[in-house]
Nanobody
């Protein structure tokens, strides 16, 4: 089993930056596809970014392309989401997800088996 814990959320002004981290515990992190999703109040959870087992392939939602990067550090069992030029519409709870059975990154909720509890990101205008 894989356990995930997000951190790094907080309050930031529009145009600012935040770096979210996800710490994973388990024996399959290095071969797990990792993804980030977000859910705003009253909205459905939506895809943000994902990274493959090797870290060589990444996928981003159109709404965040050019503003967000995703990376992984297998030695530390972490995956990070660097968010720049933040907008009020980025306000949401951000969730980390892992799928140890699939090598390529997916963009759907059903792609991932394990989920963290989420970290709140609030962007003020």
């Amino acid at each position: 089993q894989v356990q995930l814990a997000e951190s790094g959320g907080g309050l930031v002004q529009a145009g600012g930056s935040l770096r979210l981290s996800c710490a994973a515990s388990g024996r399959t992190f290095s071969r797990s596809t990792m993804g980030w999703f977000r859910q705003a109040p009253g909205k459905e959870r939506e895809f943000v970014a994902a990274i493959s087992w090797s870290g060589g392939s990444t996928v981003f939602a159109d709404s965040v392309k050019g503003r967000i990067t995703i990376s992984r550090d297998d030695a530390k069992n972490t995956v990070s989401l660097q968010m720049n030029s933040l907008k009020p519409e980025d306000t949401a709870v951000y969730y980390c997800a892992a799928e140890p059975r699939i090598e390529v990154p997916g963009t759907t909720i059903g792609w991932y088996r394990y989920w963290g509890q989420g970290t709140q990101v609030t962007v003020s205008s």
